[in-house]
């Protein structure tokens, strides 16, 4: 039986062949790849359908955001590429995509298959030379023209930093994804009124435009009452989603920080 590597190897294998530096231009890629690209009204996401030689991925054309149409692609460019991946015709849906933790073995392994072709560790690890915030998601996302949220999951798999990426949607906790050094698991379900967040939700209040200190038990399972953690939260009101950074600074900064 054929072994089956990472999906960021295939990834990188994939942009190494293709001498691809930066970000991507996915109908080229496509072009090299004889796949064609179509949208379409669908019940899905994304298809991608393989008969013979040929291969065709199609995008479902409700799809209102061009970063969020580059991730679905990339990610069935993933299902193309990755030789263990041998269904005919793959129906990938907004759940499996959106959330980056789909529990379905293939979809998972497309969405890190699309995360690392789309923006590749190798070079976001230099640019990493502060700690993460949400300006530098923002830039990092107009550089390789990515999601805000598929940045933000990117950069949080490898900070150092001790920071946690939260998607929200009409009022409740629907993902997290934290760093390694990030020590505390993430409510799930309503948000905490003591949130930023939630204050979006309830009365439609406009969020800080930068980190602000809240009660880390309001984000955060097993932690004191005394426990600070810095939330920075950005609504997108089109889709009714707040997308949250949470960070811990180190202790040794923790007094000038706090206080």
């Not at 393989?50 to 149409?69: D, H, L, M, V």
């Not at 529990?103 to 072709?117: I, M, P, S, T, V």
């Not at 023209?145 to 950069?155: E, M, R």
């Not at 309830?202 to 809240?214: H, I, M, W």
Request: glycine share 4%; aromatic share 12%; proline share 4%.
């Amino acid at each position: 039986m054929a072994v089956s590597l990472s999906p960021v190897f295939y990834a990188r294998q994939l942009r190494h062949e293709l001498k691809l530096t930066g970000a991507v231009d996915l109908s080229l890629v496509a072009d090299r790849m004889n796949i064609r690209i179509f949208e379409e009204a669908l019940d899905a996401e994304g298809y991608l359908i393989q008969k013979g030689k040929e291969a065709r991925i199609i995008i479902n054309n409700n799809i209102g955001y061009e970063t969020r149409k580059c991730f679905t692609i990339a990610h069935e460019l993933g299902h193309f590429y990755m030789p263990h991946h041998q269904e005919s015709i793959f129906r990938c849906l907004a759940r499996d995509i959106q959330s980056y933790c789909s529990d379905r073995k293939l979809e998972y392994e497309a969405n890190e298959f699309a995360g690392e072709f789309l923006l590749p560790a190798q070079e976001l690890e230099k640019r990493l030379l502060q700690p993460p915030n949400l300006d530098m998601i923002k830039e990092f996302s107009k550089i390789y023209g990515t999601s805000l949220t598929a940045t933000a999951v990117k950069v949080v798999q490898l900070t150092c930093e001790k920071i946690a990426v939260v998607l929200s949607e009409s009022g409740e906790i629907k993902w997290f994804r934290k760093s390694e050094s990030f020590p505390y698991w993430i409510n799930k379900g309503p948000l905490h009124e003591w949130t930023y967040a939630y204050d979006f939700f309830s009365a439609g209040k406009s969020l800080p435009e930068t980190p602000q200190k809240v009660q880390a038990m309001a984000w955060c399972q097993g932690v004191s009452r005394e426990e600070l953690i810095f939330e920075e939260s950005m609504a997108f009101p089109n889709l009714n989603i707040v997308m949250t950074l949470l960070y811990i600074p180190y202790e040794e900064e923790c007094d000038a920080f706090w206080w």
